[in-house]
């Protein structure tokens, strides 16, 4: 990957308007949240959501949180519960994600939801993030701006320091007052405890009346969601590392081979990333019942990719 000059950018109205516009251009630009820095693209982008992925590193496709700057954003993304309903009207803006069910039509990149039917959402409380989404005017995916494995960046000068060369741009926004990631709760639809974060699950638990069902782990362990039984898988059995399809097998192709579905027909990884849960849907379209994915390399996005096919070859239960 060719080093980047990442932009550091002021939070007044000017630096706003540019990192949109890099946000639009498909760009990555990380910004100040109440919780901790995160690494924004277009949640509607797949190429600059697949950038997010390899600009972190991360070594596995877990799904993001999309930052929205309001209730009604979220309710054109999402099916909201009674419950979520209620969690959202007393902590919005805030340090809450909630996750549910996906509405079709979204538009959110698949790998955001790390192809999964449900998704994260929140409303950041930090005016910086807030004129940001306003700016840019949609869906934002961002995880924190930390490479894969470091600690979460509460100041632009983290964010640089871990990510510099490999970003567009960080907005200079100051300290995070939190400090702490945001509590996760899904809502499908009994209210589950999935991270704990920086807004107290009791307060969580005195809005809605009633305990939370705990489920801590699922989530926050960076092995963890991919492991997730709800994980998406394909319906056909898979077999990695394949010159070419046998027959009765779909070959999903990487790099100059011939195949109904290639992933990257350039071999560019970060392309592959984006395409690899709409190919994975498409075999299922397809009514694939056996698939052979040709080598893909083990190195950069690579990794992730490889992560997430060998769990779906993996013997299912
Ligand atoms: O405070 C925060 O939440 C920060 C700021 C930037 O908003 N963001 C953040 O994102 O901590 P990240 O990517 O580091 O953590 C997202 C967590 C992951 O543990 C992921 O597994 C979980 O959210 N997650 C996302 N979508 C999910 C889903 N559909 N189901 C279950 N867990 C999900
Ligand atoms: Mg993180």
Known sequence: MTALQTEVLSSDAAGLAR??????????????TETVYGLGADACNDLAVAKIYEAKGRPSFNPLIVHLPDLEAARSLCEFTPDAERLADAFWPGALTLVLPLRQGSGVSRLVTAGLDTLAIRVPDHPVAQGLLR????????????????????RAAHVTAGLGGRIEAVVDGGNCGVGLESTIIGCLPRPTLLR????????????????LAQSLGATDNPVAP???ESHYAPAGKVRLDADRAQPGEILLGFGPVVAPINLSPSGDLVEAASRLFGCLHELDAM?????????IPD????RAINDRLRRAAAPRP
């Open 135 to 154: 700016a840019f005017g949609g869906p934002v995916a961002a995880p924190s701006a930390n490479p894969s494995g470091k600690i979460s960046p509460t």
């Open 287 to 295: 009514g694939a019942e056996r698939i052979a994915v040709s080598p």
């Open 299 to 302: 190195h950069g996005l690579g």
């Open 196 to 211: 704990a974060g920086g807004l107290p699950e009791e307060a969580i638990e005195a809005c809605l009346g009633y305990p």
């Open 19 to 32: 990192a949109a516009c890099l946000l639009a251009e498909g760009g990555l630009v990380a910004f100040p």
């Open 226 to 228: 991919g492991q997730l």
